[in-house]
Every structure is written in structure tokens, then in C-alpha cells.
Nanobody, 121 residues
């Protein structure tokens, strides 16, 4: 089992920056994909970014490419999402997730509780 705890959400003005953290604990077997997803009110959960726990593979959605950066710290067992150039449409609850199967959204079986990000215009 893997436990994920997000932190770092908050309120920021458009154009500002925010950094999210995801502390992971539990049993890591192999090299899972660690992903960030978000869900805005009335919308479906959508993929934001992912990183392979070992190695340098990363994926980003087109809507955040060039503005968000995903990274991880082995020593702290933590995954980060650095968000810059924030827009009101980035407002959502952001979730950290882990997949030991693949990169599709349905492959992510472990989820954090989410952290709210609100971008004011």
C-alpha cells in the first residue's frame, strides 16, 4: 500500500506561482508513475503532469506545459508540482496519485486527499 499526502495549496492571484508537495509513504515496488491530477467544480478529473519515480521521464498536459514543472526528491520521498503563470482556469482541487501499472488515468490506484488551489483574476 502507498499513502499520499498533498500540501501547499492556497489562494494566489493570476500570474502568480504556487508549489504543491506530495509526501509518499508505504511500499514502493518497482518504479511507479507519480502523477498530479485536478478537478474543478462541475468538471471531470483531468491529468496535469506525471513523473517516473526513477528516471527522468515526465509527461504534461497541453494546458500546463511550459508553466508547470513536476519533480521528485528521493531523500524526502516527495513529489512536487511547481506552478507558475497561474490562470483562473487552473482553479481546482489538485490530487497526487501513484500508478504501478501504466500512464493512463485508470492505472492510478493510490490517491491523496487533495489540496485546493484557487487563482483569482
Amino acid at each position: 500500500q502507498v499513502q499520499l499526502v498533498e500540501s501547499g495549496g492556497g489562494l494566489v492571484q493570476a500570474g502568480g506561482s504556487l508549489s504543491l508537495s506530495c509526501a509518499a509513504s508505504g511500499r514502493f515496488v518497482g518504479s511507479p508513475w507519480m502523477g498530479w491530477f485536478r478537478q474543478a467544480p462541475g468538471k471531470e478529473r483531468e491529468f496535469v503532469a506525471a513523473i517516473r519515480w526513477s528516471g527522468s521521464n515526465t509527461n504534461y498536459s497541453d494546458s500546463v506545459k511550459g508553466r508547470f514543472t513536476i519533480s521528485r526528491d528521493f531523500a524526502k520521498n516527495t513529489v512536487y508540482l511547481q506552478m507558475t503563470g497561474l490562470k483562473p482556469e487552473d482553479t481546482a482541487v489538485y490530487y497526487c496519485a501513484a500508478s504501478f501499472l501504466g500512464t493512463q488515468a485508470r492505472d492510478y490506484r493510490f490517491w491523496g486527499q487533495g489540496t485546493q488551489v484557487t487563482v483569482s483574476s
